[in-house]
């Protein structure tokens, strides 16, 4: 009973505080929330919404091929979007396909979390030499957009690997390409509040009772400085969904035959003068609604978190 | 001043010198050049040979040292797609994209500074508003997404605009420049905007985020107590200071506008570096790849070196040297 109680006066506090106040107040917010939520659940259970498989070749039948939506003329609401090339219908590979780019975009966030934030508590707490070479290596990186250390890292490991080997392993090497190229903000957001926290009297105190380093990083100093780490990933999370989508549509993100939105939106490119918008157009939307939600919730919480604008 | 110029020049050395190693060390380690200029058919004796012949045995050091030396000529090796020498692909292709950038960068400062202006002179009326709500969904969207909306428009359900291409060059020198003739200008607009949109949202909150804070200072509550004209504290006091940050900001994008051209080219098929360098990207041809890092890695350092230089020269308070003489 005890252990009830106390989730429900968690929950309590949780809705009598500020950021749910600031939460409820913004109609905007609650608004890309709720389309987050939803995308969040039609990746998650995509395989028991779509109303077709659109990867299980058997069930494909080419005589369905280019259907356009079904408000138009020809048109079936078996194939709500329409359909593409080889009869796969819209509608179902963009909740394939959202499932795709999700996970991508979060693991990538993930691992560029994990590596960021590790390195920023050992660059800020230990600080001397392997101080210097962390941020120079982040400064170096740091003036190079994103898009093109995430191309380089892919094309060096398709110049390793062979052609079918990379396909098995594409989403992977995805997720490492896009996250090595977002740690640095992270890095340098901890690094800096560890330099301010390591003075404070928690510090020392604990210092003082003999923890080890280590212990000290991650029990009393990792709390204290992931509000702004937080707020990054938010924000982060929509640009890696960005990136993605644009290195499929380059053709050298996932393999077309576990398409995300960045690559139907690629195969769609190849129809638009023949007439056939519907293939590239419904995943563009459904990618750009995605994140603008996303985008939406990074800006609220950046704000939300802000002392200085309360 | 002079040791600020001298430290600057450093580090800008230094990075160019690590770029220079990711990109040497490409070259030695992923693939085997030997394998990539002979194919299958050589016995291994003569590989062995052929090895020794190029100097591929000597330590790391000097064949960087022989790398940074080739490379400072201009000579980048040869292309494993092309069987040319990755120099004279560059060489043909930059033109197309530097163009494509300054028109960008110079279209997105020619809209997003007059619409900050507005947005931050008059926040509440309805245009400004209208001008934060576009350009937010305008930083949401993919730039790749943006190009193909605007050919969805103007070239498929109006057929107004060339979607692909760079139209009739003319060539001056080794240059070809595409700004000299009609179809060219036309074949430049959508490319451009594709391009330059995302800098615009981004200049013009820059922009309007200025004029907001320096409106509320003293000097133009001053200015305007001196009975001086709406036209003369918005433009003459205001937005003269608003500029530093404007101009800084940028020239900074600028490299990050060079970088992105390769999304823009490979959406409308414009033949310069960046389209190059997604093509090399498929086939694994690291000779362009590196010389494509290298030189995206120079523009950067220059412009940002330029950048910093010229902020120093623009803004006293960052002058040491005034400030220790001030106190």
């Known amino acids: 009973m005890a252990a009830v109680d106390h989730i429900a006066d968690r929950f309590r506090r949780a809705l009598d505080s500020d950021i749910y106040y600031s939460f409820r107040q913004s109609r905007l917010t609650m608004l890309s929330a709720l389309v987050t939520l939803l995308f969040l659940a039609a990746a998650a259970f995509a395989p028991w919404i779509a109303p077709h498989n659109p990867f299980d070749l058997a069930s494909l039948d080419l005589s369905n091929a280019l259907k356009p939506p079904f408000w138009m003329e020809d048109g079936t609401?078996?194939?709500?979007?329409?359909?593409?090339?080889?009869?796969?219908?819209?509608?179902?590979?963009?909740?394939?396909?959202?499932?795709?780019?999700?996970?991508?975009?979060?693991?990538?966030?993930?691992?560029a979390l994990l590596l960021g934030v590790s390195l920023g508590l050992i660059s800020g707490y230990v600080g001397g030499v392997v101080d210097?070479?962390?941020?120079?290596?982040?400064?170096?990186?740091?003036?190079?957009?994103?898009?093109l250390i995430a191309l380089m890292i892919d094309g060096v490991v398709r110049g390793i690997v062979s052609g079918q080997e990379y396909e098995r392993i594409a989403v992977f090497v995805l997720v490492v390409a896009i996250g090595l190229s977002f740690w640095v903000q992270y890095a340098r957001t901890v690094r800096g509040s560890v330099l301010v926290e390591r003075n404070k009297e928690y510090v020392q105190a604990a210092r003082v009772v003999g923890l080890s380093?280590?212990?000290?990083?991650i029990r009393h100093v990792l709390p204290n400085v992931m509000g702004p780490v937080l707020v990054?990933?938010?924000?982060?999370?929509?640009?890696?969904?960005?990136?993605?989508?644009?290195?499929?549509?380059?053709?050298?993100?996932?393999?077309?035959?576990?398409?995300?939105?960045?690559?139907?939106?690629?195969?769609?490119?190849?129809?638009?003068?023949?007439?056939?918008?519907?293939?590239?157009?419904?995943?563009?939307?459904?990618?750009?609604?995605?994140?603008?939600a996303v985008n939406l919730l990074g800006d609220w919480l950046r704000d939300a978190l802000n002392p200085k604008l309360r | 001043m002079i040791?600020?110029?001298?430290?600057?020049?450093?580090?800008?050395?230094?990075?160019?010198?690590?770029?220079?190693?990711?990109?040497?060390?490409?070259?030695?380690?992923?693939?085997?050049?030997i394998q990539a200029m002979v194919g299958q058919d050589v016995s291994l004796a003569d590989r062995a040979q052929l090895r020794k012949q190029?100097?591929?045995?000597?330590?790391?050091?000097?064949?960087?040292?022989?790398?940074?030396?080739?490379?400072?000529?201009?000579?980048?090796?040869?292309?494993?797609?092309?069987?040319?020498?990755?120099?004279?692909?560059?060489?043909?292709?930059?033109?197309?994209?530097?163009?494509?950038?300054?028109?960008?960068?110079?279209?997105?400062?020619?809209?997003?500074?007059?619409?900050?202006?507005?947005?931050?002179?008059?926040?509440?009326?309805?245009?400004?508003?209208?001008?934060?709500?576009?350009?937010?969904?305008?930083?949401?969207?993919?730039?790749?997404?943006?190009?193909?909306?605007?050919?969805?428009?103007?070239?498929?359900?109006?057929?107004l605009l060339p979607s692909f291409g760079r139209g009739d060059v003319v060539k001056i020198g080794w240059w070809s420049t595409g700004l000299l003739t009609a179809s060219g200008l036309k074949a430049l607009i959508m490319p451009a905007i594709t391009l330059g949109l995302f800098q615009v949202t981004l200049i013009m909150r820059l922009v309007r985020a200025e004029i907001l804070e320096v409106m509320r200072t003293d000097y133009i509550k001053f200015a305007r107590a001196r009975g001086l004209t709406n036209r003369a504290v918005h433009y003459g006091h205001a937005l003269k200071n608003t500029l530093v940050p404007v101009i800084t900001i940028t020239g900074l994008q600028l490299g990050q506008i060079i970088a992105f051209s390769i999304i823009t080219e490979t959406v409308f098929n414009w033949p310069g570096m960046g389209l190059l360098?997604?093509?090399?990207?498929?086939?694994?041809?690291?000779?362009?790849?590196?010389?494509?890092?290298?030189?995206i890695a120079f523009f950067i350092v220059v412009i940002n070196l330029v950048a910093d230089l010229l902020y120093f020269a623009v803004d006293p308070r960052l002058r040491s040297d005034v400030a220790t003489k001030a106190h």
Do not use: C, H, K
């Open chain 1, 77 to 111: 609401l078996a194939f709500p979007f329409g359909s593409d090339d080889q009869g796969r219908d819209v509608f179902s590979t963009i909740l394939f396909g959202a499932r795709i780019s999700l996970m991508v975009g979060l693991f990538s966030v993930v691992f």
């Open chain 1, 132 to 147: 210097s070479i962390i941020m120079r290596i982040a400064d170096v990186q740091l003036s190079f957009p994103a898009i």
């Open chain 1, 213 to 217: 380093p280590t212990l000290i990083m």
């Open chain 1, 232 to 292: 990054i990933a938010t924000i982060n999370l929509a640009i890696a969904i960005i990136l993605e989508a644009t290195l499929s549509f380059l053709g050298i993100g996932v393999p077309p035959t576990t398409p995300s939105l960045g690559t139907l939106i690629n195969i769609g490119n190849n129809y638009l003068f023949s007439g056939q918008w519907w293939i590239t157009l419904f995943p563009g939307l459904a990618l750009a609604v995605l994140v603008l």
């Open chain 2, 3 to 33: 040791a600020f110029v001298i430290r600057r020049l450093l580090q800008s050395v230094l990075v160019m010198l690590t770029v220079a190693f990711v990109a040497f060390s490409l070259f030695n380690y992923v693939g085997d050049p």
């Open chain 2, 54 to 159: 190029l100097g591929l045995e000597d330590p790391v050091i000097i064949r960087f040292a022989r790398f940074v030396g080739n490379a400072l000529e201009g000579n980048f090796g040869v292309s494993y797609r092309m069987q040319e020498p990755v120099g004279r692909l560059i060489r043909e292709r930059l033109p197309a994209s530097l163009e494509l950038s300054f028109i960008a960068a110079a279209f997105a400062l020619l809209a997003g500074v007059p619409m900050g202006v507005y947005s931050g002179l008059y926040p509440r009326r309805w245009l400004s508003r209208l001008f934060l709500s576009v350009s937010l969904v305008g930083a949401a969207l993919p730039t790749f997404l943006i190009g193909i909306l605007l050919i969805v428009f103007f070239a498929v359900l109006l057929p």
């Open chain 2, 277 to 295: 360098f997604v093509q090399s990207l498929q086939f694994a041809d690291i000779p362009v790849m590196a010389t494509y890092l290298v030189l």
